[in-house]
């Protein structure tokens, strides 16, 4: 399996390589050359394996050529065996035909847990192999920080700094975060929004002279092992519904564009979905796209569902190549054309093509709240402010009552007190045993400057555990 990027201009490479790169030398992202596909045959087979087997099926041929598959087995048997439901992904039913897909029953109780578990393994295997030391730099609006420490804090060759917006994330979510101790972990909190720290990893990505000779990685979702990840849960809840025989439709909460270009992407591998539905908060670019082809930016806002306020959604350019005919030309003119005016439109034929697929929805916060009591009250579920909003796009959007409707929760409620509170529902929020002490525990973050140049002499100063680069 080869790997291009969606502006053309870098170099074809292997998984290993993409594992390491994240993002492209030209600035774009990267994607399979050829994307594998399964037939209906194939897919019906994989019916009742567990979760850890079926992620071996689907994901298999992204990595051939630099893993063998006996060691591809053992890491991701490795990998979810650290989920606490035995299903790893269960499927709960909301009434007769909407089920809530539940992708919080990883260490750190958010969705992110089923990539980054994997890509610290992944990381370690491949390291180990090379000898090699590198530099992980992240931006969370919440869950990826948490889930990346968790993910790669025993590994013996990574040095791992997440950059959060200052008091823009959810306690819990920061606890998670700064709570974790290693000579290899550093927490740092930005003076400003979850876009400032994205656009600071993707400039230090684009200029790594401050590593001195250090390889950075990304554990952002622009890391291709990310969203492969992803795919193998829409197969999971598919094959739990009568996959492949009947379709289903998904509603994804997102910010980012990863999780539902993971759904795109399980459609173009075989599997039949009818529809994906965009569920966004105020933050609503991805859905001002969707219904009226305007991918414009505007002032991003705080919510009660922070890991969706995000302006500026990285994983997009992957759909925009396909879009563009995986012209990387064609995209880079467009991402400059972003670059320099803030906002595009894309050609009508494209757009409305497109729309065959997707939906959208912006959901604000009164919205959220409903949600989660209207839920509430007719199941007796608590929903995080995420995955009600999902709740809430699935139910205005959907085109058939018919077809299964799975919105993805992508966190667990204990997450987001304040969303809950608001709501009204009037049910006492529990950590799970692991992490009962959450709010006792010392706390270790630096918080720094909106300043590049500030983050990356704090990086230079403190990787290598503790030794300046």
């Not at 539940?102 to 578990?117: I, M, R, S, V």
């Not at 009818?274 to 009226?292: C, E, K, P, W, Y």
């Not at 139910?395 to 929760?409: F, K, N, T």
């Not at 002490?437 to 990787?463: I, P």
Request: overall charge negative.
């Amino acid at each position: 399996m080869r790997y291009i990027s969606t502006r053309g201009q870098a170099p074809a490479l292997n998984f290993e390589e993409v594992l390491l790169a994240g993002l492209a030398s030209d600035g774009g992202l990267y994607v399979p050359e050829n994307l594998p596909r399964f037939t209906q045959e194939e897919i019906a087979s994989w019916a009742g394996l567990p979760y850890h087997e079926l992620a071996y099926r689907v994901m298999r041929p992204f990595v051939t050529g630099s893993i063998p598959d006996a060691d591809f087995k053992k890491i991701l048997e490795e990998t979810y065996a650290v989920f606490s439901h035995d299903a790893v992904a269960p499927l709960r039913q909301l009434n007769g035909n909407e089920w809530v897909l539940e992708l919080f029953h990883g260490p750190t109780l958010a969705f992110k847990d089923f990539a980054l578990q994997l890509l610290g393994r992944l990381l370690d295997y491949v390291l180990e192999k090379r000898g090699e030391r590198v530099v992980i730099i992240g931006a969370t609006s919440g869950d990826t920080g948490s889930a990346a420490i968790e993910g790669c804090k025993h590994c013996e060759n990574v040095d791992i700094f997440i950059l959060h917006p200052h008091n823009r994330v959810s306690e819990v979510q920061r606890r998670q975060m700064t709570t974790l101790f290693g000579e290899n972990i550093h927490n740092i909190a930005i003076e400003g929004n979850f876009d400032d720290c994205q656009e600071m990893v993707k400039a230090s990505f684009a200029d790594q002279s401050f590593l001195k000779g250090t390889r950075l990685v990304a554990v952002n979702s622009i890391n291709w092992a990310r969203i492969m990840a992803q795919i193998v849960y829409y197969f999971h809840a598919s094959l739990q519904l009568g996959g492949p025989a009947r379709s289903v439709s998904f509603s994804v909460p997102t910010g980012n564009f990863g999780d539902i270009f993971a759904g795109y992407l399980a459609r173009n591998m075989g599997l039949p979905i009818n529809q994906l539905i965009v569920a966004t908060n105020r933050n609503d670019i991805l859905h001002r796209f969707m219904s009226g082809n305007q991918y414009v930016k505007q002032t991003l806002h705080a919510t009660l569902s922070p890991s969706m306020d995000i302006m500026v959604s990285s994983n997009f350019e992957r759909l925009l190549f396909d879009m563009h005919g995986r012209n990387g030309a064609a995209l880079a003119d467009l991402m400059e054309t972003f670059k320099q005016g803030g906002g595009f439109s894309v050609d009508d034929e494209r757009w409305t093509e497109t729309r065959k697929l997707f939906d959208s929805l912006a959901v604000d916060d009164a919205q959220t709240c409903e949600t989660i009591a209207e839920v509430f009250a007719q199941s007796g579920e608590l929903l995080d402010p995420h995955t009600a909003i999902g709740v809430k796009a699935a139910r205005e959007c959907r085109r058939s009552l018919d077809i299964p409707m799975v919105i993805l929760g992508t966190a667990h409620p204990v997450k987001f007190p304040e969303a809950v509170e608001k709501a009204g529902v009037g049910k006492a929020l529990e950590l799970p045993a692991h992490l009962s002490d959450l709010f006792e525990r010392d706390e270790r973050c630096t918080v720094l400057a909106n300043d590049l140049k500030a983050v990356q002499a704090f990086v230079s100063q403190h990787g290598n555990r503790g030794k300046p680069l």
